[in-house]
């Protein structure tokens, strides 16, 4: 989703980038197309107007006004046409820069990151991904197990043998078929659920990448409602990215105040990202930052300087520079974690990250 965003090379002609909230349980769609209204008077003086007809078009034609936000990328110019509906809300927002503003769309991402969500039995494993709030499943892997009644003859003890080897393929199969879906689903966490030994024999059957994107395990029904199973994964999700974001806090800060391997503060956290050294950059959505950048070499700054001091080429304005520090950041391989209302982060400027070196 991010690929062509992340990838654009800017040409003369600016690109549009708008956000809306179209939550229709919140609000009403006249309203939507009032603030639509008024933001493409805005961006009339600097925009293409090509670019804002298409826009108009799109949400008084095409939109299907069942998302519950929408983010759109226009740059007839440049062959840029992209219109991303969520399940969540956009603040209501639009910028007209030379490259996309994508801050919004990679904070909601961060913040919403794909599961895969596994449940386990002697005798079945059902799949499901949770993204944004929503459970889906996929189906699964079943095997029988050996009825009670064909072994008849058999000692008890021989019987508990059998099923167990049963049980432990059937174990070993779901974890083989999981381990295909994870290859092309992109997940990056997963949770799995089940009594305490199935979850333990099925983890030990999955290769080492996956079993290190445990986010955490429960003791879960195989026949759970899919509406129960939702709501446990909610507060499951919640409660792991609560718990791993303090501890990445806790990481970086400890880290720079050491002076290692992590900064603090936009001047240092600029710097990294500039040298390519970022491997998660931290930050709160609400910080915004004015700068400039080089067109020429992608020097980034929120000083007040009008030269780029790498090449020499006039600087431009941006009015958020951390869209450009959070997007070369994603170039260059790194992860952005976003996190709101930290008090930590606050103290250390809104902003920080760890280093690969
Ligand atoms: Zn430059």
Redesign the pocket.
């Known amino acids: 989703m991010l690929e062509p965003l992340l990838s654009y090379v800017p040409t003369k002609s600016p690109v549009v980038s708008l956000y809306l909230n179209t939550d229709m349980t919140k609000r009403l769609k006249e309203e939507v197309m009032l603030v639509l209204k008024g933001f493409l008077k805005e961006a009339a003086e600097e925009a293409n107007p090509e670019d804002l007809g298409k826009i108009e078009d799109f949400f008084s034609l095409e939109y299907d006004w069942q998302a519950k936000g929408v983010a759109v990328f226009s740059c007839t110019e440049g062959g840029l046409w992209l219109t991303y509906p969520f399940p969540q809300p956009f603040k209501d927002e639009f910028q007209v820069l030379p490259e996309p503003y994508i801050r919004p769309l990679v904070h909601l991402l961060s913040s919403h990151e794909r599961y895969g969500i596994i449940l386990v039995s002697r005798e079945q494993a059902r799949f499901f991904s949770f993204q944004m709030g929503k459970l889906e499943e996929f189906g699964g892997v079943s095997g029988t197990i050996p009825g009670k009644h064909k072994q008849g003859g058999w000692a008890q003890a021989r019987y508990q043998r059998h099923i167990d080897e049963h049980a432990a393929q059937q174990l070993k199969n779901a974890a083989e078929a999981f381990t295909k879906l994870w290859d092309k689903e992109k997940f990056s966490y997963v949770i799995i659920g089940g009594t305490e030994e199935n979850v333990k024999t099925f983890t030990d059957f999955l290769p080492g990448p996956i079993q290190e994107a445990i986010a955490t395990t429960f003791t879960a029904d195989i026949m759970v409602p899919i509406s129960d199973l939702e709501e446990e994964v909610v507060s499951l999700v919640e409660r792991f990215e609560k718990s791993r974001n303090e501890e990445i806090v806790r990481q970086i800060l400890t880290e720079a105040a050491k002076g290692r391997k992590a900064t603090s503060g936009l001047d240092d956290t600029l710097n990294a990202v500039r040298e390519g050294r970022v491997n998660i950059l931290l930050l709160d959505p609400e910080f915004k930052a004015p700068g400039k950048k080089?067109p020429?070499?992608g020097?980034m700054s929120f000083q007040k300087i009008e030269i780029?001091p790498?090449?020499s080429?006039a600087l431009e304005e941006r009015p958020d520079i951390l869209n450009d520090a959070l997007a070369e950041t994603l170039r260059k391989g790194g992860k952005v974690v976003t996190l709101s209302g930290n008090q930590e982060l606050a103290k250390a400027g809104y902003i920080a990250s760890l280093l690969r070196y």
């Open positions: 080089c020429n070499c020097y780029c790498v090449c080429s």
